[in-house]
């Protein structure tokens, strides 16, 4: 879905073609150099504190537990580094000209929260009280690394209301974000966006940990190489008409689990070898995440799978809990097939309220995309998945019930009420599983992480992938 443009028409708005023009601070690309420049070096353009923060972020400090309103695009030079403390909030104004404002990661960001005070990366109030916020973000802009970035570390953090509106200034329309740049100007963006384009430097890595991304038009995270961890995270109501919670791509290789999705325009996880990054690395373990009414957003018919694998993407697929999703894993047949040789899965939880869900815990031919599982004998449906009838293998979550899922069953998703649906997570829901739930055992630990280790440049943090549990899921017992 490169060069998605966000109308989201389903909601009745009409967006405004955002003006070209840039904010005196934000960073801008030399086209020269196709690297990060500042507009101006001299210190008097940098915006006091007092009136906003904008431009070069290593001129700012970043006390924790203040606020700051963002006025211009941030920015993090090459070959800097930037750490934003805990409890730090960033509140993203609208502009002048009504941008969206984002941060432009050319060095090293490092988002350090903690558990009992987190950062919150959010729009500011006007614009959540405007007639912008449909429910779908596009409020602000994003975290959006590029060609020359080191790490991007992100941990206890809240990233809101994200995908704001591409300029053409911005590095997403840049060749800092691989080729001629990932997007159009007039694009909705991503909330995190990280590259390692084929031919340019693969080292530093990417971490999202303890998080929550929230709200966007699109996916919420894109990813074209280099090595990930995202573990312990919660993705609520991403996408608009489309889009994924996390979009990997070609050159990507990591380890994703212990993650909550819910109510997601269409996949959880995808790995496709596409894209900028260098072919043959796209090896991604997806384990133990929990994947809630998720799909139905989409309106192409054999598009909206929980899990996703396709264009010679690989990787183990283990102990997930499907509930209520669209479809169940989904390997791509045809000639996007992912590399079935290298793909390892089952000991998946799948959930269904209706036949119709139940019908497609793996693709079928009902659908134009038909997924490789019980269709391809290479891909066997596995004896080790749970998998019942309408309402059968509730995992019994503390405060939830799935079985009050509405879904009219239509094999045409664009009728049904669901193609509307942002429902935030309901007030008091617990994922947790009952001290009783048949989900709490099972499950299947035998298998090897991607990495071992995912260490910064500097050697300073060095971050382990989690164990897998033999509970289906993300979470445990109460």
């Known amino acids: 879905m490169k060069k998605l443009t966000m109308l989201i028409w389903i909601f009745s708005i009409v967006f405004s073609v955002v003006s070209c023009s840039s904010d005196d ?8 150099d196709d690297v990060a420049v500042d507009p101006d070096d001299d210190d008097d353009d940098d915006v006091s504190e007092d009136d906003g923060i904008s431009g070069d972020m290593t001129t700012i400090v970043f006390e924790p537990n203040a606020t700051y309103e963002v006025t211009g695009d941030l920015m993090v030079p090459e070959g800097e580094s930037v750490t934003i403390p805990a409890g730090v909030t960033l509140e993203f104004q609208e502009g002048e000209n009504g941008e969206a404002w984002f941060v432009e990661v050319f060095g090293s960001l490092y988002i350090m929260g903690q558990e009992n005070s987190r950062v919150t990366l959010t729009a500011s109030e006007d614009l959540m009280n405007s007639s912008k916020n449909q429910g779908i973000g596009q409020l602000w802009g994003g975290v959006i690394g590029t060609v020359s970035t080191g790490d991007l570390v992100i941990e206890y953090a809240d990233i809101l209301h994200a995908g704001g509106t591409t300029r053409q200034e911005n590095a997403m329309a840049q060749p800092a974000t691989g080729n001629e740049g990932e997007l159009d100007a007039g694009d909705a963006s991503y909330a995190l966006y990280f590259v390692r384009e084929d031919g340019m430097r693969q080292d530093g890595i990417f971490v999202l940990n303890h998080s929550r991304i929230a709200f966007t038009p699109d996916d919420a995270i894109r990813i074209n190489g280099g090595q990930t961890l995202i573990t312990y995270n919660t993705f609520e109501v991403t996408g608009g008409t489309g889009g994924d919670a996390v979009n990997i791509k070609a050159g990507s290789s990591g380890d994703f689990a212990f993650n909550l999705f819910y109510n997601l ?4 996880l995808k790995t496709a070898d596409t894209g900028p990054g260098e072919r043959g690395k796209a090896q991604t373990n997806f384990y133990n995440n929990t994947i809630i009414n998720s799909g139905y957003r989409r309106a192409e018919s054999g598009r909206g799978a929980g899990l996703n694998y396709e264009s010679n993407a690989f990787g183990d697929v283990y102990n997930n809990l499907l ?15 992912p590399d079935v040789s290298r793909i390892n899965y089952g000991y998946n939880w799948n959930y269904g309220a209706v036949q119709t869900i139940v019908d497609e815990f793996y693709p079928t031919a009902n659908t134009s995309s038909v997924g490789l599982i019980g269709n391809d004998p290479r891909t066997p449906i596995p004896d080790t998945d ?17 079985s009050d899922f509405t879904f009219s069953g239509s094999d045409n998703i664009s009728t049904d009420p669901l193609r509307m649906n ?5 007030s008091g829901a617990d994922f947790r599983l009952q001290a009783d739930s048949p989900a709490l055992t099972g499950g299947y630990t035998d298998f090897d992480f991607v990495h071992e280790a995912y260490t910064t440049l500097d050697g300073s943090m060095t971050f382990t992938p989690p164990s897998p549990e033999e509970f289906f899921g993300a979470y445990g017992a109460n």
């Not at 325009?265 to 959880?268: E, I, L, M, Q, V």
């Not at 999703?325 to 000639?335: A, P």
């Open 25 to 32: 601070d934000a960073a801008v690309i030399d086209p020269d």
């Open 323 to 337: 509930v209520n999703n669209r479809f169940g894993l989904r390997l791509v047949s045809g000639e996007d097939e």
């Open 386 to 402: 749970i998998a019942g009838g309408p309402g059968e293998n509730d995992p019994m979550f503390v405060n939830y019930d799935p």
């Open 422 to 426: 942002i429902d935030p997570i309901p």
């Open 265 to 268: 325009a269409t996949n959880g």
